[in-house]
């Protein structure tokens, strides 16, 4: 009863007194049933209802109106982290750990070269590693990051030019507190996973697979950003750099 109560003096305030005006309509038209007056009540029963829904809108656009300001500025107070999935590369039956660059059973490696910018001003931290989900031929995967080494692979892809080695996105502003994204400044480089499910045989003869990717980068205050993108992964062109490096200097 005490919310009710709540409920129309809020309706009544912010309706403009419409809320009086109803009772006072809804007063009259009772009155004249009881004195059993031939007098036609219809249309002040409708002005009464009209008069009490526009005050409890105008309550309700008030409250939601704070509410949806309060989220907007929680929001402010988390990292906003967008950014692109620019292209990306599949090695069927290869494996980064570590040091090495292996030949494996089964799987894939994912490569992805992403750019990304927090756009709030609370500093973004993250230190979980992120996440792959990845479709292909109808079928969704998901995929373990992998460090990638300095300086042990690169990109054989003639249609890239300049530097073609390969940086892990996060050695950028890595610290041994986490990896740290303030407002307004980009960060670019290259995120890889292993995919075990992937049946390699699927890239046999293929030069491309159509796919689509989400990336979620998870950061400390557990919120998560996502990229996403359609590509055409190109297929088998990463190798370690010293394969490369002589064709460079050629």
């Known amino acids: 009863m005490l919310r009710f109560g709540q409920f129309l003096k809020a309706a009544g305030t912010y309706g403009g007194g419409s809320v009086l005006l109803a009772i006072l309509l809804f007063g009259i038209s009772i009155g004249e049933h009881i004195k059993d007056k031939n007098v036609s009540v219809g249309w002040l029963e409708w002005v009464a209802l009209v008069f009490f829904c526009f005050g409890a809108y105008k309550a309700w656009d008030n409250t939601d109106k704070k509410l949806r300001d309060a989220n907007t500025l929680l929001d402010e107070t988390k990292p906003r982290i967008e950014g692109k999935i620019w292209l990306g590369y599949l090695d069927a039956g290869k494996l980064h750990e570590g040091q090495k660059w292996d030949d494996v059973a089964t799987g894939c490696t994912i490569t992805l070269y ?30 373990v990051w992998k460090k990638i080494c300095s300086q042990l692979l690169s990109v054989n892809d003639p249609a ?13 502003r890595y610290l041994d507190s986490g990896f740290s994204m303030v407002k307004g400044r980009p960060a670019v480089g290259w995120l890889m996973f292993y995919v075990e499910a992937f049946d390699k045989n699927m890239a046999f003869g293929r030069s491309e697979i159509l796919c689509n990717v989400i990336v ?35």
């Not at 990304?116 to 998901?142: C, V």
């Not at 890239?160 to 950028?172: E, N």
């Not at 990229?227 to 990463?238: F, G, P, S």
């Open 216 to 250: 979620a980068l998870k950061d400390t205050l557990s919120v998560t950003h996502p990229l996403d993108a359609e590509l055409q992964l190109k297929v088998n062109l990463i190798c370690p750099t010293k394969d490369l490096l002589p064709k460079q200097q050629q």
């Open 114 to 143: 992403i750019d990304a910018t927090n756009l709030n001003n609370q500093e973004a931290w993250f230190r979980a590693a992120p996440e792959l989900k990845i479709t292909m031929a109808g079928r969704e995967y998901e995929g």
């Open 160 to 172: 890239l030019t300049g530097d073609k080695m390969i940086r892990d996105f996060f050695d950028q």
